[in-house]
């Protein structure tokens, strides 16, 4: 059979050839490691990280032309094979790492056995990836090695800490999962009754898988953007290379909202997998909007439209924008219309799969099916009124909406609390106003356009969702699937607005320094350092949990309720729209109970001393010497930030960091200010917060600390 494959070994000479080869493999690497570490004398980690390109580049050698040898190898890139079979032995790691952590967690004494069995399995998947994905003899195709690549990026940032995740992404699943709508009362503030559906899989893997494979998992998940928009870009540009092809899909996915979010669970990347998909199946189906396949193409758009939709409901713009891209293709007015409607009802369907389920649910507890969103329209008693678009955000002048790219590109923070640019924004909507303003002209002056449908369709889709989500949002991280479209759109118009023989190197140019930008300048909404465990809460040392319950008053740590005892209540005080009836529902609770009620408020942190340690800590963790070539190159690196450029070496044989002399901040002082705050907001609902039994607790993240602070309220 696998000669039959065009291998010129049958199966088991190629399992022979495997084993031996991977021995050889081990040898290999064990000795590149020993070079750099101790002959070298590089740290452990990038001593590790260096030996295993070596060792992954002889046994492809051997394996190309030994085991899986083939009369059709040659036709294959050397380069991008090696570059496939690099992502396969990747892939391997992470899978041995899953199978040894999940049976260690199950049978905690049987380590060797888990770690044989993680070695089996790897070896498996290592091979059955090199036989079918890697030594085909084909062209290449790049996706598998794009996704492992961006699962190696989420790996590489760490454990992602975003705030909505320590807020309500895990509390959420834990209340759905445990039935706790009628124990607690909004943990999690206003996002407790989100639908929490969207963060079900990251809750699954956390509480089963290690951190670094739910990096990896995450990753790779959001590496599909590039696929699906590598598809768009091959529609919209049908002569372009492959190399082309995936530089543009590549650049979108690099820009700095979406790298600031890879391997992180607010939901953009992820449901951008869902719109990105949905457009490439709407793009497919411009040739032909009457034919059967892209019927059902434009079904399938709908309904994961609608599913993004119903998960996180700021991706509404999008699927009106799938709609106007549909109407202007050049096809006859009926299948327009046709077109629209069966993405229309797609759309519905896959909104009432996502989301449906939970407005009933919602609609039942609180009368409120959104709640506690829209409620100055609902009116139900357990909130306030609260304004549904957050008033930061968004242009404040009709001068300000018609130049908003270039305002939050002067000032980021008009668009998100991260402050992060994409330069492509300006480049791009100066393109598309002279681009249209020529459009209009010449349809004036009955000049034909020199657009294809699936090109049309692009900038209709950018146009309609740029004005929806300036309209509504205007929060940079919205935004999300407009940005990853701005290279294509570049390269796109600007030999059009600009018809010279130097146009296409000026869009690679533009494009590139965006790229470039984003990646030296990066930023992202949170991550730490692996630990042994992913998510450890704070010892609380409760006496009766059953009776007990716990006020989250600090934001955010709801993060630390599914890891506490099952038997505590939670509520939320000052971060709700709290009504009399949700007051009310507060004191009943901790009535019922009629065990002690306990405050967590917000602790202190020295930021700069929390860096500075974290950072010492890396280094000593791998063994970096003060008067080694690394640690000398470190300080430069530190000239280049604003906040750590004053950092100065200290002395000792080990490369050590402090920050700049100055005033000790009295931390105690500081927050005993913060309860003697609180405890006078807390009497405005008839509560006593003991000031003296309050005591400073810490739990962690990762290798992240997370303190707050433990007080005991009187009532």
């Known amino acids: 059979m696998s000669q039959a494959q065009g291998f010129r070994r049958p199966f088991?000479?190629?399992?022979?050839?495997?084993?031996?080869?991977?021995?050889?493999?081990?040898?290999?690497?064990?000795?590149?490691?020993?070079?750099?570490?101790?002959?070298?004398?590089?740290?452990?980690?990038?001593?590790?990280?260096?030996?295993?390109?070596?060792?992954?580049?002889?046994?492809?050698?051997?394996?190309?032309?030994?085991?899986?040898?083939?009369?059709?190898?040659?036709?294959?890139?050397?380069?991008?094979?090696?570059?496939?079979?690099?992502?396969?032995?990747?892939?391997?790691?992470?899978?041995?790492?899953?199978?040894?952590?999940?049976?260690?967690?199950k049978y905690p004494s049987h380590d060797l056995l888990a770690l044989a069995a993680g070695s089996i399995v790897a070896l498996g998947f290592n091979f059955a990836g090199s036989r079918l994905l890697v030594f085909t003899g084909k062209a290449a195709?790049?996706?598998?090695?794009?996704?492992?690549?961006?699962?190696?990026?989420?790996?590489?940032?760490?454990?992602?800490?975003?705030?909505?995740?320590?807020n309500y992404h895990l509390y959420n699943v834990y209340a759905l999962l445990n039935d706790r709508l009628h124990i607690d009362l909004a943990p999690a503030g206003v996002q407790s009754y989100f639908n929490p559906l969207l963060d079900l899989p990251y809750y699954a893997m956390t509480v089963s898988l290690p951190a670094p494979a739910v990096a990896f998992i995450m990753g790779a998940l959001h590496g599909l953007c590039a696929v699906f928009l590598a598809a768009v870009v091959k529609r919209v540009l049908p002569e372009a290379s492959s190399r082309l092809v995936w530089a543009l899909a590549l650049a979108g996915c690099l820009g700095a909202t979406f790298f600031a979010g890879i391997g992180n669970t607010m939901g953009d990347n992820t449901t951008a997998v869902l719109v990105l998909g949905a457009m490439a199946l709407c793009v497919q189906a411009t040739g032909s909007l009457a034919s059967r396949r892209s019927r059902v193409a434009l079904g399938c758009a709908g309904l994961l439209v609608g599913?993004?939709?119903?998960?996180?409901?700021?991706?509404?713009?999008?699927?009106?924008?799938?709609?106007?891209?549909?109407?202007?293709?050049?096809?006859?007015?009926?299948?327009?219309?046709?077109?629209?409607?069966?993405?229309?009802?797609?759309?519905?369907?896959?909104?009432?799969?996502?989301?449906?389920w939970w407005w009933v649910r919602m609609w039942i507890e609180f009368g409120n099916p959104t709640f506690p969103q829209f409620n100055s329209f609902f009116g139900s008693p357990m909130a306030t009124a609260m304004k549904t678009i957050d008033p930061r955000w968004g242009p404040k002048t009709a001068l300000e909406a018609v130049f908003y790219p270039l305002v939050f590109m002067a000032d980021p923070y008009r668009v998100g609390e991260m402050g992060v640019r994409n330069w492509l924004w300006p480049v791009t909507y100066l393109l598309v106003a002279i681009w249209g303003l020529r459009a209009v002209i010449g349809r004036v002056r009955g000049q034909?356009?020199?657009?294809?449908?699936?090109?049309?369709?692009?900038?209709?889709?950018?146009?309609?969702?740029?004005?929806?989500?300036?309209?509504?949002?205007?929060?940079?991280?919205?935004?999300?699937v407009i940005e990853v479209l701005f290279p294509l759109v570049v390269w796109l118009l600007l030999p059009r607005v600009w018809p010279s023989r130097l146009a296409p190197k000026a869009a690679a140019a533009l494009i590139a320094v965006s790229v470039m930008a984003s990646l030296v300048l990066f930023k992202t909404w949170g991550h730490a350092s692996f630990a042994e465990r992913s998510y450890t809460p704070p010892e609380l040392a409760l006496a009766d949990a059953s009776r007990a319950t716990v006020v989250f008053i600090a934001q955010p740590v709801a993060w630390m309720a599914p890891f506490l005892p099952p038997e505590l209540a939670f509520v939320s005080l000052f971060n709700f729209p709290e009504s009399p009836a949700y007051v009310a529902r507060a004191k009943t609770i901790f009535s019922e109970r009629g065990g002690p009620v306990w405050a967590v408020l917000p602790a202190v942190t020295d930021t700069q001393a929390e860096t500075a340690r974290r950072f010492n800590e890396t280094l000593a963790r791998h063994?970096?010497?003060?008067?080694?070539?690394?640690?000398?190159?470190?300080?430069?690196?530190?000239?280049?930030?604003?906040?750590?450029?004053?950092?100065?070496?200290?002395?000792?044989?080990?490369?050590?960091?402090?920050?700049?002399?100055?005033?000790?901040?009295?931390?105690?002082?500081?927050?005993?200010?913060?309860?003697?705050?609180?405890?006078?907001?807390?009497?405005?609902?008839?509560?006593?917060?003991?000031?003296?039994?309050?005591?400073?607790?810490e739990g962690r993240i990762g290798d992240q600390s997370q303190p707050s602070q433990f007080c005991r309220i009187a009532r």
């Open 448 to 480: 034909a356009g020199q657009l294809t449908a699936p090109m049309r369709f692009v900038l209709a889709f950018m146009a309609v969702s740029y004005l929806g989500w300036l309209s509504v949002f205007a929060i940079g991280r919205y935004a999300t």
């Open 307 to 356: 599913l993004a939709t119903g998960l996180k409901l700021t991706n509404a713009p999008f699927a009106l924008a799938l709609a106007a891209g549909l109407a202007v293709c050049a096809a006859p007015l009926r299948d327009r219309v046709r077109a629209i409607a069966l993405l229309t009802a797609g759309g519905v369907v896959g909104l009432l799969l996502a989301t449906g």
């Open 141 to 166: 195709d790049a996706s598998p090695l794009v996704v492992a690549a961006f699962g190696a990026l989420s790996m590489l940032l760490g454990q992602d800490t975003n705030w909505d995740l320590l």
């Open 12 to 105: 088991s000479s190629q399992v022979a050839w495997y084993l031996v080869v991977g021995t050889l493999g081990f040898l290999s690497d064990a000795l590149a490691y020993w070079v750099f570490a101790h002959v070298f004398g590089w740290p452990v980690t990038p001593a590790r990280l260096a030996a295993f390109a070596p060792a992954t580049l002889a046994t492809w050698a051997i394996n190309r032309r030994y085991t899986f040898a083939r009369d059709d190898n040659a036709a294959s890139s050397a380069l991008w094979q090696y570059m496939r079979y690099l992502a396969v032995q990747g892939g391997g790691i992470v899978v041995s790492f899953i199978t040894f952590q999940s049976l260690l967690v």
């Open 623 to 697: 063994s970096v010497a003060a008067d080694a070539l690394v640690c000398r190159s470190i300080k430069p690196l530190l000239q280049l930030s604003r906040r750590y450029r004053s950092y100065v070496l200290a002395d000792g044989p080990v490369c050590q960091f402090k920050p700049p002399a100055g005033p000790q901040r009295d931390i105690a002082a500081e927050e005993r200010q913060v309860v003697a705050q609180w405890a006078v907001a807390l009497r405005t609902h008839g509560l006593t917060l003991d000031e003296g039994s309050c005591r400073r607790l």
